[in-house]
């Protein structure tokens, strides 16, 4: 094992303290860091333990608001929510970008790698937009999410955006997806999919569009990264050509969906 003598000697309180040491004190502080640092490295070998489901729900009575309730609707880790700045009187989705679905991070880093590794327009589209409803409900988020944007984007692409929930609870090696750590994490190590997932499913494998939200799947798993600096610059072109934006603004042409845009541009309506 290297010892790291800078982190070794600041945890003696520094030189200073170190010189004040005999010989004896020395060696046995060193076996002592050195214990200390092996235990920490057998600890972040360890496998994950992942909860159960029984341990997921009993965490239910432990919060203020339930985990299906949208980001704008619920604070950061117990802090009050904040004011949010008011959507502009014809807002486009760029608009919803920067004020309702911010960071985005997740979307964006998505649609990056759906682009670089050379997807169609409408893969790239649905990856940039798969995860945004969870600004608004989570659960059933594929459904929800192509509710919202079905009348302004192409068929496939909505459906990408519907049937994505259901085939990330499905492994496909082929296509290179896994079943993700992130949902023994949220789900429970336990947990197996409802009956209209596991039929949804079923209809899906044998779908000529099964790629299309597969497709979202795999670009999804690997869109996690922290450091990643991405933006929505580069998908304004597609956005042009494929997103349906109406004149009267989101929330105000009348479409089926324009309640769920207007319920995202005041979340704080009593009503
Ligand atoms: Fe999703
Ligand atoms: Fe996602």
């Given at each position: 094992?290297?010892?790291?003598?800078?982190?070794?000697?600041?945890?003696?309180?520094?030189?200073?303290?170190?010189?004040?040491?005999?010989?004896?004190?020395?060696?046995?502080?060193?076996?002592?860091?050195?214990?200390?640092?092996?235990?920490?490295?057998?600890?972040?070998?360890?496998?994950?333990?992942?909860?159960?489901?029984?341990?997921?729900?009993?965490?239910?009575?432990?919060?203020?608001?339930?985990?299906?309730?949208?980001?704008?609707?619920?604070?950061?880790?117990?802090?009050?929510?904040?004011?949010?700045?008011p959507m502009p009187a014809k807002p486009t989705l760029n608009d919803f970008f920067r004020l309702r679905f911010a960071p985005a991070n997740h979307v964006l880093q998505s649609a990056t790698r759906a682009m670089k590794t050379g997807m169609s327009e409408e893969i790239i589209l649905a990856c940039l937009l798969h995860d945004c409803v969870l600004s608004l409900i989570k659960p059933d988020h594929g459904w929800w999410g192509a509710q919202l944007f079905e009348p302004y984007i192409p068929e496939k692409s909505a459906f990408a955006i519907r049937y994505h929930q259901t085939l990330r609870f499905?492994?496909?090696?082929?296509?290179?997806?896994?079943?993700?750590?992130?949902?023994?994490?949220?789900?429970?190590?336990?947990?197996?999919p409802p009956q209209y997932i596991a039929d949804t499913y079923k209809m899906l494998k044998n779908h000529k569009w099964y790629m299309e939200p597969r497709l979202v799947t795999v670009n999804d798993l690997y869109a996690f990264d922290p450091n990643a600096k991405v933006s929505i610059e580069p998908f304004q072109d597609i956005i042009g050509r494929h997103f349906k934006q109406p004149k009267e603004g989101l929330g105000y042409d009348n479409s089926s969906s324009a309640h769920m845009w207007r319920t995202l541009a005041r979340p704080d309506n009593p009503l």
């Open positions: 094992m290297e010892v790291d003598r800078r982190a070794f000697i600041a945890s003696l309180g520094g030189v200073a303290a170190v010189n004040l040491m005999d010989h004896e004190a020395k060696a046995e502080a060193l076996e002592h860091y050195m214990e200390d640092k092996l235990d920490e490295m057998v600890a972040a070998q360890q496998p994950e333990k992942f909860p159960t489901v029984a341990e997921i729900e009993a965490q239910i009575t432990t919060r203020p608001y339930r985990r299906g309730a949208g980001s704008v609707f619920t604070g950061q880790r117990g802090e009050n929510v904040k004011l949010i700045e499905y492994a496909d090696d082929d296509a290179g997806y896994e079943y993700p750590d992130q949902y023994y994490r949220i789900f429970g190590h336990d947990y197996q």
